[in-house]
């Protein structure tokens, strides 16, 4: 008699800390939420006199983005969010769920709601507000604007998948900054 086949079940990897790699820039006054990864040579600057950055929880920061507040007020940035290589951001907030693909930029005062996504160089000005599900893509000459149709369960279950993987790879590779955990 044979023994039924064994199956090996993996549980979900929880993550509960932020990594930040020791060649990142983080001014003092920035708060990072829980699972939120900034690659080496990233930057989440405060410029004097500017209000704080907060920024939500499981975000991906890669590298050689800026994230500047040069506003006296709050510059918040919201959960899940995937800021790609090369990205320049000084809005004033942003949702949940949006990607910013490398190279874009982001100038002072503009707001991006939820699930939006910035095309690759694309140059967004100051003072603009993007509803949710909006994506902004750069053609040769122009600027194409849009809503999206897709779901975000999408995005979604590719960014948890991209977060794991981030969390269990980076350490192997890149010192991390120890950082406080502070209670909520």
């Given at each position: ?11 979900p ?22 699972g939120t ?13 500017a209000?704080?950055i ?30 790609e ?5 000084e809005?004033?907030?942003?949702g ?12 002072k005062?503009?707001?991006i709601?939820?699930q939006c ?5 694309c140059?967004?000005s ?10 902004i ?13 897709l ?26 900054k120890?950082?406080?955990i502070?209670?909520?």
């Open positions: 008699m044979s023994s039924p086949p064994t199956t090996t079940q993996t549980s990897v929880v993550i509960n800390k932020s990594l930040i790699c020791q060649d990142s820039t983080v001014s003092s006054g920035v708060q990072i939420g829980i990864v900034l690659h080496p040579r990233s930057s989440i600057i405060i410029s004097d006199g209000g704080p907060v920024i939500g929880e499981n975000n991906i920061i890669e590298e050689l983005v800026q994230i500047v507040n040069k506003s006296p007020e709050p510059m918040i940035i919201g959960s899940n969010n995937l800021f290589v090369g990205s320049y951001i809005c004033k907030s942003i949940n769920g949006n990607v910013f693909e490398p190279k874009c930029k982001i100038l005062n503009t707001i709601k939820d996504s910035i095309g690759a160089g140059i967004i100051e003072d603009k507000i993007f509803e949710n599900n909006t994506v893509a750069q053609t040769q000459n122009s600027q194409i604007q849009t809503t999206s149709t779901p975000y369960d999408h995005h979604s279950s590719v960014h948890s998948t991209h977060l794991e993987l981030l969390h269990k790879s980076i350490p192997l590779f890149h010192t991390i120890k950082t406080p502070l209670e909520k």
